[in-house]
């Protein structure tokens, strides 16, 4: 009876062995087709062209990737020189872009932190103009004033005066200057515009 189950459990044994041996190898196979790939081109004359790994002439001509049973797996187009300069001038460009849009970021936030920045550079653009109209019209009162001095003394036959010639000359060229400072302050306005509309308008893009 004891040899009797002895035996039994040898052939178990035996029989389990035998299984799994073949379950290992049955695997070990799959995995090796599974892994198995071919890569196909044609060349000019369209004649197929199969390997184990992918050369350059793959890559100039384009290719397939081929499973086990050659069939196909996947489709690569082949090279662009001319597509590739392309698309990297785009990618240059867009990181170009990724770089101000991050810098945007660090300046101002948001757009309403722009916007607030922008008026701010209004109102002092604005108070320095109001200033120097204020100072554009005394010296036109002046000038005025000047003018009625000189045309006392033609009136009169005499002379004018050298201080009053200086008055008038010095006049002259402080209205000159006023006027050109306005006209810049008037620029600087119309720039700050344009500056920040462009920001405020990417950024409200990037929200």
Known sequence: MFNQKNTSSVKYLIRFCILAAATFTHAAVAAETVQKKWYRYYDKNGVANISTSVTPAHIQHGYEILGSNMQVLQRNHAYNAELDIKQS???????????????????????????SKRDDQFRNIKKQIALQQE???????????????????FRKGVPVP????????????????????????????RNTQ????????????LE
């Open 135 to 153: 100072q554009l019209k005394q010296l036109q009162a002046d000038r005025i004033s000047f003018k009625r001095q000189e045309m006392e003394s």
């Open 89 to 115: 001038s785009s990618r240059a460009s867009a990181a170009r872009q990724r770089e101000q849009d991050a810098k945007l970021k660090r300046a101002y936030s948001t757009s309403k932190v722009a916007e």
């Open 162 to 189: 050298n201080q009053l010639k200086n008055n008038i000359q010095y006049n002259t060229e402080n209205i000159k200057n006023t006027k050109a400072t306005i006209e810049s302050l008037n620029i600087s306005y």
């Open 194 to 205: 344009a500056y920040y509309e462009d920001i405020i308008q990417r950024l409200k893009a």
